[in-house]
């Protein structure tokens, strides 16, 4: 298992990790794909976007690797110290003010047992549809969980900082609030490639207690937002499988109400139809028109477009919206840079994503490196141009190169 996760997590190699995330993730998808859709359309044009995606990357990554040789070293900088003890005082804040004035909190809700749908609504509320000032709150908690601090408590954990276990543990219990099913791996990921790479040796963080944590938060987020704990009769997945032909095309387990199957089938299925989903909607809806970064919320603002929410309508294309408005299907970043600016796009996305993987390497700051592995995941199932400001990897990157190594 080690050698494995060694394998997958190799910091020193860090360039190889989209390209293995990918197959992964999408791997899986295409086979199964081609034993119940067949070789439609949709599936060929994603595997030619994908092979088009990973021998460009490479090619730009090759170059890079023989201009850029140097790597940064900052000796005079920020205090990884200084720096997280203020981000967690902010933090803290912010958690404070969304858990005041949310409507309800959803892992409260749960244990409370409350039903998957009303789970479900309550944890759009929580962040995605607040409106005014509001709405703003997505985006701050996006560059806390996924910029900063994952990468503030991986440096932590690097110079031993005496508060790192106590700051480790709030941020976990920060992300369960919310029930979203990931948002563990925020927290432990860097961890775990930093101690499976050796920069972290630490007797209450081992190897085996960070995937037995991510582990065990999945699968009882998992439980808990399928209703189990429901004081009222919850309607079982698989009773819509077996009525809903539309319904089923999203399962390939044979019991999606078990939690470990519903985790199976939301890793290595549901990523890959939808992408094929997204396909079939530039098809038949924008009937291959290129929306041209109409999709991306800082194009279309910086450009003057009309907003195309690519996202929302896929979603409401695959099932109708949800009661909040807020319901979203997100994809690889291919997929959508494909359906904005073609094959074009597809090919200088790609480049942009060596050239990044490359910074990483050219900074040669661990902790960085580590935080990227959320980073990559993000990419691998959302929009490259959304995770680049939105989810604040452009920030990260200029955090780096004023942190002290």
């Known amino acids: 298992m080690e050698k494995l996760l060694k394998l997958i997590f190799d910091i020193k190699n860090i360039y190889k990790v989209m390209p293995v995330l990918l197959l992964i993730i999408y791997g899986p998808g295409v086979i199964i794909a081609f034993f119940r859709l067949g070789p439609t359309p949709e599936v060929l044009e994603f595997l030619s976007l994908f092979v088009i995606s990973l021998v460009t990357y490479f090619c730009v990554y090759k ?12 000796n005079a ?12 005082f902010f ?6 003010y969304v858990v005041l004035t949310a409507p309800a909190i959803p892992l409260y809700l749960s244990l409370k047992g409350a039903s998957s749908n009303d789970l479900s609504h309550y944890r759009e509320l929580f962040l995605k549809a607040r409106t005014g000032f509001d709405a703003s709150l997505v985006y701050f908690n996006a560059i806390f969980t996924v910029a900063v601090l994952p990468f503030s408590i991986a440096s932590l954990y690097i110079v031993k900082y005496k508060y790192r276990h106590f700051y480790l543990v709030f941020f976990i219990f920060t992300l369960l609030l919310s029930m979203e099913k990931s948002l563990i791996a925020r927290a432990l990921l860097p961890l775990l490639v930093l101690v499976v790479n050796g920069y972290v040796k630490d007797n209450y963080l081992t190897l085996k207690r960070i995937l037995v944590g991510l582990g065990l938060g999945l699968f009882l987020i998992t439980f808990l937002s399928l209703g189990n704990l429901a004081n009222d009769e919850t309607k079982l997945i698989s009773e819509f499988v077996d009525v809903d032909p539309i319904a089923a095309k999203y399962f390939v387990v044979n019991n999606p109400d078990n939690a470990f199957m519903f985790i199976i089938n939301r890793t290595f299925w549901i990523p890959f139809i939808t992408s094929i989903d997204w396909l079939t909607y530039y098809n038949t809806v924008l009937h291959r028109e290129l929306v041209m970064g109409a999709s991306s919320s800082m194009i279309s603002g910086v450009f003057g477009m009309d907003r ?3 996202e929302r309508l896929v979603f409401e294309f695959e099932w109708g919206q949800n009661e909040s408005g807020t319901g979203s299907a997100n994809t690889v970043y291919f997929i959508d840079i494909f359906l904005n600016f073609g094959y074009l796009g597809v090919v ?12 990483f390497e050219f900074s040669d700051n661990n902790a960085a490196k580590a935080s990227f592995f959320v980073y990559a995941y993000f990419i691998a199932t959302s929009t490259l141009i959304g995770v680049l400001f939105s989810s604040g990897l452009l920030l990260l990157m200029f955090l780096v190169l004023f942190v002290k190594k």
């Not at 933090?91 to 404070?96: D, N």
Request: charge should be positive.
């Open 91 to 96: 933090y803290f804040i912010f958690i404070a």
């Open 77 to 88: 900088g920020l205090s990884v110290v200084n720096m997280s003890n203020l981000l967690f």
């Open 348 to 359: 200088v996305s790609n480049a942009i994503l060596a050239f990044i993987i490359r910074f």
């Open 63 to 74: 170059l890079l690797k023989v201009i850029i040789r140097k790597k940064l070293v900052v």
């Open 308 to 310: 195309v929410n690519l």
